[in-house]
């Protein structure tokens, strides 16, 4: 077991904890592997019928997959390294998907990349009023990755496009309007929330706890945006996207930074055309 992950069982309940705050619970190998471990073991353990996953700290769940120790195994040329860590948190990732049990996945905070890898395939996940959730690859040149894509492709109309090429960060309203999240439980009420999950009646219907936790986030600026989002965004090429942001934003602020290009990656770097049959 990593030091970096904490795993406990009471009432049924499999509690899981990314514990490493100082670094916004980033994953490293050793995280991964450990995760992944104890998920397996519980999948067929009587005493275990639901996996709650949060993590330490009041500023994130997780940020991401450790870019820092992606970046010594590509600088120092271990390949086989850098591929086995993507390799296995994929794997991790889908057997979260297709987990036999619920799994509840609190995303309070920061929740981002690799950290969306976890708690986006949950069964049921849980932002709160501290929730930053992203995929903010092309910031730094990579393409959305740990499944992001396929949560993206589900997306409302062309939000899933629009996410993808600005990094966007969405607040909890937006995360649930995105299809990444299912509920909005304000963060004082956490606790209230595990503490019930260990007491429900029912083991297999979790779902029904956290609906009584379950409130009102406020208005989605993604939604409000659909409009000009889905005009601009369902054009066929990179190129295209940015002509129509262009004539569309003239006096818009909120269209004006929507660009592609506003992210780290140019828009030849982000592929044309946009589509295959393009």
């Not at 049924?12 to 190998?29: D, F, I, K, M």
């Not at 706890?209 to 005009?231: H, K, N």
């Amino acid at each position: 077991m990593s030091e970096h992950i904490s795993a406990s069982v009471a009432d049924g309940v499999g509690h899981l904890t990314l514990e490493r705050p100082q670094a916004l619970n980033a994953l490293s190998y050793e995280m991964i592997r450990a995760l992944a471990a104890v998920f397996d073991a519980w999948r067929h353990d009587p005493e275990v019928s639901m996996v709650v996953l949060d993590g330490a700290g009041e500023r994130g769940f997780c940020a991401g997959g450790d870019v820092r120790e992606l970046y010594m195994y590509a600088t120092g040329g271990h390949v086989a390294e850098a591929l086995r860590f993507f390799r296995d948190e994929y794997r991790l990732n889908a057997a979260i998907a297709r987990y036999p049990k619920p799994v509840v996945a609190i995303m309070d905070g920061i929740t981002m990349g690799g950290g969306i890898g976890l708690a986006g395939h949950a069964s049921i996940r849980i932002v709160t009023e501290r929730s930053r959730v992203a995929m903010p690859e092309t910031r730094i040149g990579f393409t959305p990755d740990v499944g992001g894509t396929w949560l993206l492709g589900r997306a409302p109309g062309e939000l899933g496009t629009h996410l993808a090429l600005n990094s966007r960060t969405m607040d909890a309203a937006d995360a649930m309007h995105a299809g990444f999240a299912d509920a909005f439980v304000p963060s004082a009420s956490i606790p209230h929330l595990l503490q019930a999950l260990e007491e429900r009646a029912d083991p297999g219907t979790p779902s029904e706890i956290v609906m009584l936790f379950d409130e009102t986030p406020g208005p989605s600026a993604l939604a409000a945006a659909r409009p000009w989002v889905d005009a601009c965004f369902s054009a066929p090429t990179v190129h295209g996207i940015i002509d129509r942001l262009r004539a569309f934003a003239e006096g818009r602020a909120d269209a004006a930074g929507a660009t592609p290009g506003s992210a780290a990656g140019s828009p030849d770097e982000a592929g044309e055309p946009r589509h295959p049959s393009a």
